[in-house]
């Protein structure tokens, strides 16, 4: 089940994002997710293959898992 994540963002970006929404057919959380999960792909591609997991503050976070 998705998780709902409040995000401040600035007027400005906001209007584009309901543009580029509005135009496509598409709702502002499919296209923040589908921007997002690009940003990570993108990301992926850009670290080292061995790379999975990392450790934030005292806590290990797993990385490079698929994202649906």
């Not at 598409?26 to 997991?53: C, G, N, W």
Request: proline share 6%; aromatic share 6%; charged share 25%.
């Amino acid at each position: 089940m998705p998780k709902k994540v409040l995000v401040a963002l600035p007027p400005g970006l906001l209007e584009q994002i309901d543009f580029v929404a509005q135009v496509e057919h598409r709702t502002r959380s499919d296209l923040i997710r589908e921007a997002l999960r690009r940003y990570i792909e993108s990301f992926k591609r850009t670290q080292t293959p061995h790379m999975s997991v990392s450790t934030v503050g005292n806590q290990h976070v797993a990385l490079f898992t698929d994202v649906e």
